[in-house]
């Protein structure tokens, strides 16, 4: 990578010794710029420095013979700044697209382009083959973005497809699709969004952000389990009533949320959105992290899904602030990355790099396997102290949380918890509507806790030992 001479200043069989050594610690760093891809054992925090080093002192803002006269010139008031941004001070991103390169900030810029190499071979990885854009913004705004996308409206392909229907469901099933010619139309805006409600602040928020109207399909008890679901045919009958109106609708579905609340039929709405050329956008802010999820994820990309969302603090522990989108195509993340106003911060962009470079992928394997192992144990142990308590343990349908019954205030138990310095259990009553997704009064009052990856056997052990003496 470097040319360095220190020929004659020591003697020879050091030098070679040096050199050798020097090559070996940069050998890492030169394959994640030759390969691209996601490291199969993390960097050290060492490594990962000196990588930032080298492709931060590439923007203008470190070439000590630039002039800088313009009014944007990564000019800075604290060493601070540098620090907290790792150098990258010009951001990412020209006006008018997140992704193009900035001419400033050739560093900044290619380590950009390298976080999406790195998140794409990472799902590759994880059998899930997909274009790959890190975002820097959380999970609501990402999905803001998305549906900012789809109402300008881009160019879409059609294609000669065979279809069977099950004619009571209108469920469209064993889809095969024939490409006889590739043709492009424009894809009307649209302009609302179908929601199959979750009580989840964000995708509502981002709907209005992006100036669309929402319609909710209202949830129901499961018949099955403990659960609350959507049945398919009711986002299919609000689909069709919108599209009857004259209205161009996309389905916003949710793959992972807090049980009770059932994750959508994300398979069955992908083929229905197949065969009515529906946009569809799924809302899995935690699904790469549990193996059921992608399992689904995989499932439902042979079909209709224009973009999936996640979060990078919820899959690859970075601060809050950071986002990833992924699709199979790649035209329609390019047209998300124009809905984005202006240059970006760097920082949540660097924050999901370090991740994936400090992880690598042993070790995150390793992690989600750890993940199973701990959401086993939460199950067993919130199966004993219902037992010992005269409380339930919910059958819900998650691979992350679970729920408990209690007696008592649910809302006061949390509160307890968070007390006795547990954070992460919610309290629902039966009758918070909106903490239940449930339009009428839920058979029960609930805590739910979480077993999410990092979550510590230990950690689970301290919080449901904690929860026995307040439940």
């Known amino acids: 990578m470097l040319d360095i001479n220190i020929k004659g200043t020591i003697p020879k069989n050091m030098e070679d010794r040096g050199l050798h050594i020097l090559s070996d610690n940069l050998g890492e760093i030169e394959n994640i710029l030759n390969q691209r891809k996601m490291p199969k054992k993390g ?25 800088r006269v313009g009014e944007r010139e990564a000019r800075i008031s604290s060493e601070i700044h540098k620090k907290l941004s790792s150098n990258f001070c010009h951001g990412i991103g020209r006006s008018g697209n997140l992704v193009d390169p900035q001419p400033k900030a050739p560093g900044a810029s290619a380590m950009y382009a390298l ?48 279809v069977n229907k099950n004619k009571d ?21 649209a302009n609302v969004v179908i ?10 928020k981002s709907t209005s952000f992006a100036g669309m109207r929402m319609r909710f399909v209202e949830t129901q008890l499961s018949d099955r389990d403990d659960c609350v679901e959507i049945p398919v045919e009711d986002i299919i009958s609000a689909t069709e009533k919108e599209l009857k109106a004259g209205n161009n609708p996309v389905i916003l579905s949710t793959l992972t949320f807090f049980p009770p609340r059932r ?11 197949l065969e009515n050329n529906i946009p569809h956008i799924i809302n899995g802010a935690y699904a790469i992290q549990n193996h059921k999820y992608l399992d689904k994820l995989k499932k439902a990309l042979k079909y209709r899904v224009d973009a999936i969302v996640s979060s990078t603090d919820k899959n690859l522990m ?12 790649k035209d329609f993340l390019r047209e998300v990355s124009l809905t984005y106003p202006g240059r970006a911060s760097a920082t949540p962009i660097v924050n999901t790099f370090v991740s994936l470079l400090s992880l690598g992928m042993d070790k995150y394997t390793q992690l989600m396997k750890e993940q199973v192992i701990t959401k086993n144990l939460l199950d067993d142990l919130l199966i004993d102290l219902a037992n010992k308590t005269g409380n339930t343990k919910l059958n819900v349908d998650s691979p992350i949380a679970s729920c408990i019954t209690t007696q008592k205030d649910p809302v006061d138990v949390s509160a307890k918890l ?54």
């Open 263 to 273: 994750g959508d039929d994300i398979e069955e709405i992908s083929k229905y959105c």
């Open 43 to 67: 960097l050290s925090d060492e490594k990962i420095e000196l990588l930032l080093t080298f492709l931060s002192n590439m923007d203008t803002d470190k070439d000590p013979k630039a002039i």
């Open 115 to 162: 976080t999406n190499k790195l998140l794409e071979s990472f799902l590759k990885n994880l059998n899930v083959n997909v274009n790959a854009l890190a975002t820097p913004v959380s999970t609501g705004m990402s999905i803001a973005l998305c549906l900012s996308a789809l109402k300008r409206g881009f160019l879409v392909e059609n294609v000669n497809k065979n």
């Open 418 to 471: 968070y007390n006795l310095r547990i954070t992460g259990p919610r309290g629902i009553k039966t009758t918070d509507h909106f903490g239940n997704c449930y339009m009428q009064n839920y058979k029960y009052n609930y805590v739910v806790m979480n077993a999410s990856i990092g979550v510590k056997e230990s950690d689970v052990n301290n919080a449901v030992d904690r929860l026995s003496k307040v439940i």
């Open 318 to 329: 970075t601060p809050i602030g950071g986002g990833i989108i992924y699709s199979k195509n």
């Open 195 to 204: 929601y199959p409600y979750a009580s989840h602040k964000s995708p509502i």
């Open 169 to 189: 469901t209108k469920i469209a099933t064993n889809i095969t699709t024939n490409i006889t010619k590739k043709q492009y139309s424009k894809y009307d805006g």
